[in-house]
Structure formats: C-alpha cells, structure tokens
C-alpha cells in the first residue's frame, strides 16, 4: 500500500504566497515523476505542475514564473512554491506520484487527498 499525505492549503490574499507539501509513504521501491493538479467545482481537474526523478519541471502556462515544484528525493517529498497567488487560482489541490512498489513492478498512480487553496481578493 502507497499513501500520499498533503498539507498547507489555507486561506490567503492576492499577492500573498503558499507552500504546498506532499508525501508519500508505504511500500516504494521507486517514484517516477511527482506533480500537482488542481480542481474548481464544475470543472475538469488540471495539470499544474510536474516533476521527473531527473528534476526536470514543467508548468502551467498560467502559473509559469509564479509556482515553483521541487522534490526531496530522500523524503519522497514533493513541494509547492506559489508566489504572487490570484484569485484564480483558488481550487482543490491533488498532489500525485508515480510510484512501483517492486523492481519489476511498472508505476502505479496514486493521488493525495487533496488540499485546499483560498485565494481572495
């Protein structure tokens, strides 16, 4: 079993910034990429950000220069750095991995429980 944990969702003002965390525990032999997507009621969940084993990053077009997505490898960590936060960007965030329990074992999805973002104007 593989268990992702989020924290540090909360209610800001415009301008202000947040740290997302997310961490995965239980049976890991390996995690591929890590990444956020974030979900407004009525709407599809979407990508925000993505991080490779190799740190390779990518973004969001509107989030690009603002969120910033790092991991510690030894925590099987991933973070969240959002600056400059807009009202827009107020929605649900899902942390995920893409994780094998075995050598021989492909990856397997699996998805935080979510946090939420409150951003206000």
């Known amino acids: 079993q593989v268990q992702l944990a989020e924290y540090g969702g909360g209610l800001v003002q415009a301008g202000e910034s947040l740290r997302l965390s997310c961490g995965a525990s239980g049976s890991i032999f390996t995690i591929n990429h890590m990444g956020w997507y974030r979900q407004v009621p009525g709407k599809q969940r979407e990508s925000v950000a993505a991080?490779?084993?190799?740190?390779?990053?990518n973004y969001e077009d509107s989030v690009k220069g603002r969120f910033t997505i790092s991991r510690d490898s030894a925590k099987n960590t991933t973070y969240l750095q959002m600056n400059s936060l807009k009202p827009e960007d107020t929605a649900v965030y899902y942390c995920y991995a893409a994780i094998s329990s075995l050598a021989t074992q492909p990856p397997s999805f699996y998805w935080g429980q979510g946090t939420r973002v409150t951003v206000s104007s």
């Open positions: 991080i490779t084993s190799g740190g390779s990053t």
